[in-house]
C-alpha cells in the first residue's frame, strides 16, 4: 500500500512538473549561452534547438521588440520565463527551430535596465556585443554555414543597423513588424530616411496587412519594400487579439497566424529567397 501510494505521488508530481513547461518551448532544447563584454557589463541570448537534431546550418538571431530586454530564466533544458515571453519572436521560436535552423534569442546586455535604448540598438557597440554572442554559438556549433538577422518592432532596429556594422557576417535580414514610421509620435528616428541597401546583404519584410500600429503601417511596410526592392510577405488573418494596437497580441505581433508566419520566414532562412508573398 505504502509503495503504490508513493508511486502515486511521484505521478502525481511528474504530471505537475510537466505541465509546468511553458507551451512556447514546446520540443526544444534550450541552453543560456552568456559572454563578457567590457568590465563587468554581460551580454547573454539563449540557444534553441529542436529536439533531436543536430548539425544546424542557419543560426536565425531572434532581435525582440520593446522594450528588447528579455532576461530569460533557463532551467530543465528550456526557457521557463522571462519578461517578454509574449513577443512574437520568443513566443513563436519553435515553429523556427527544426532540422536545419537553430535559434538565438538575444537579450540586451546586462547594464542596459529596463529598456535596451534606440540608440545602442542602432550602434556598432550592439552589433559588437551581439557578435560575440554569436562567434561562441558558432565555435560550438561549427556546422552552422549562415547566420540571419530576425528582428521585430523595435527590434528591426537591431536587425537595420548590425549588418551595416558587420556586412560579412549576415546572410540576411529579415524584419518583422518592422519600424515604418520614424517620425510618429514616441516612434525611433534612427531610422528616418533609412537606407536597406547600405549593408548590401539581402532585406525581406514581413507585416501584418492589418497591422494596428500606428509606428509600424503596412503602407509604410509597402513603401519601403518597393524603394528598396526589399521583398514584402503580406500576412492575413490571425484571432484572439487584445490589448493596445503596438501590443504583441494584437495583429502587430501576428496573433493567431505565429506558424504559418514563421514558417514563411524558415523558408527563407534556408534559401535566401521567397517563396511566398502572402501568407493566410
Not at 147 to 159: A, C, D, H, K, R
Request: aromatic share 8%.
Amino acid at each position: 500500500m505504502k509503495f503504490i501510494l508513493l508511486l502515486t505521488l511521484f505521478a502525481l508530481g511528474s504530471a505537475v512538473h510537466a505541465q509546468a513547461v511553458p507551451a512556447h518551448t514546446e520540443g526544444l532544447s534550450e541552453e543560456l549561452v552568456s559572454v563578457t563584454l567590457d568590465g563587468s557589463k554581460v551580454q547573454q541570448g539563449v540557444l534553441s534547438i529542436r529536439k533531436g537534431t543536430s548539425r544546424h546550418t542557419r543560426l536565425a538571431v531572434l532581435l525582440p521588440g520593446y522594450p528588447s530586454v528579455v532576461r530569460p530564466v533557463v532551467s530543465e533544458g528550456v526557457m521557463q520565463s522571462s519578461k517578454l515571453s509574449g513577443n512574437f519572436l520568443i513566443r513563436s521560436r519553435r515553429h523556427l527551430a527544426d532540422d536545419k535552423i537553430a535559434t538565438l534569442l538575444v537579450d540586451c546586455h546586462s547594464e542596459s535596465g529596463d529598456y535596451c535604448s534606440s540608440s545602442y540598438q542602432a550602434s556598432a557597440n550592439r552589433q559588437q556585443d551581439v557578435q560575440k554572442l554569436i562567434d561562441l554559438v558558432r565555435k560550438n556549433h561549427p556546422s552552422i554555414e549562415q547566420v540571419w538577422l530576425i528582428g521585430t518592432s523595435m527590434g528591426t532596429i537591431s536587425s537595420s543597423f548590425m549588418p551595416i556594422y558587420g556586412p560579412s557576417d549576415y546572410a540576411g535580414a529579415i524584419h518583422t513588424a518592422s519600424i515604418t514610421e520614424p517620425y510618429a509620435p514616441r516612434s525611433y528616428r534612427e531610422l528616418a530616411d533609412f537606407d536597406y541597401r547600405r549593408s548590401g546583404v539581402p532585406q525581406f519584410l514581413v507585416h501584418h496587412v492589418d497591422d494596428p500600429c500606428s509606428l509600424t503601417t503596412f503602407s509604410g511596410a509597402k513603401r519601403i519594400s518597393e524603394k528598396f526592392a526589399a521583398p514584402l510577405i503580406a500576412v492575413f488573418g490571425g484571432t484572439g487579439f487584445t490589448g493596445d494596437a503596438c501590443n504583441a497580441l494584437t495583429q502587430h505581433g501576428f496573433r493567431g497566424m505565429e506558424q504559418a508566419t514563421m514558417a514563411a520566414i524558415g523558408s527563407i532562412v534556408k534559401s535566401g529567397k521567397v517563396a511566398q508573398l502572402e501568407v493566410r
